[in-house]
């Protein structure tokens, strides 16, 4: 008779909600005691970078995701990590950057131009609502210009490009990608106008 009430107290012990938040804090200190340890240990980012999507803890989420793009390299999986906490913290600029390192990694991934024409539908939506900056404007329309670019069609992908700098000609990047894909029509025997 002990064993069984032992037994069942064990039961509901174990599928208590106070054992089920231990075992998750316990499980998160785990992991990430042995990124400290190891900071370069792909499979304890992958299981903690889980844990926190599971959990629905975006900012530690995207902290590790950022941590881990430092620690072992980017890839186009944490650069996608990285643009989608970001896109739902509502830092659309940053996520398109995210975006558009993990597309020149993996640029055949339809996913992630379609997580990018979400964000770039949602920031052009931001901006007519009346949080109109010409840096996030210009970040627009540069990605716009890159998911044209990736596409191969470069006619589309420059429109977009000189419309990028014409909001903000001070942008560094679009400027270069202004030239860049002016060059390469010029050399394919194409005029640029």
């Known amino acids: 008779m002990k064993k069984i009430t032992l037994l069942f107290l064990s039961?509901?012990?174990?599928?208590?909600?106070?054992f089920a938040q231990d075992s998750a804090q316990s499980e998160e200190t785990r992991l990430l005691a042995l990124i400290d340890e190891n900071p370069k240990n792909d499979d304890a980012y992958n299981k903690?970078?889980?844990?926190?999507a599971n959990q629905g803890k975006r900012k530690e989420r995207l902290k590790i995701a950022l941590r881990a793009i430092q620690n072992i390299g980017g890839n186009s999986w944490l650069y996608m990590i990285v643009g989608d906490e970001n896109k739902n913290l509502g830092e659309y600029t940053k996520s398109l950057i995210s975006y558009q390192f993990a597309i020149k990694l993996d640029p055949t991934s339809a996913n992630l131009f379609n997580r990018m024409g979400l964000v770039l539908f949602k920031a052009a939506v931001f901006y007519s609502a009346g949080n109109d900056s010409p840096q996030l404007r210009?970040?627009?329309?540069?990605?716009?210009?890159?998911?044209?670019?990736?596409?191969k069609d470069l006619r589309t992908a420059l429109k977009y490009f000189k419309?990028?700098?014409?909001?903000y000609p001070e942008d560094e990047l679009a400027n270069s990608n202004v030239k860049r894909v002016s060059?390469?029509?010029?050399?394919?025997?194409?005029?640029?106008?």
């Open 48 to 52: 903690l970078l889980k844990f926190y």
């Open 163 to 167: 419309t990028a700098v014409r909001i």
């Open 138 to 151: 210009c970040v627009y329309y540069n990605n716009l210009a890159v998911c044209f670019e990736a596409t």
């Open 11 to 18: 039961i509901i012990l174990l599928n208590s909600p106070a």
């Open 183 to 193: 060059d390469k029509l010029k050399s394919d025997g194409i005029s640029v106008n």
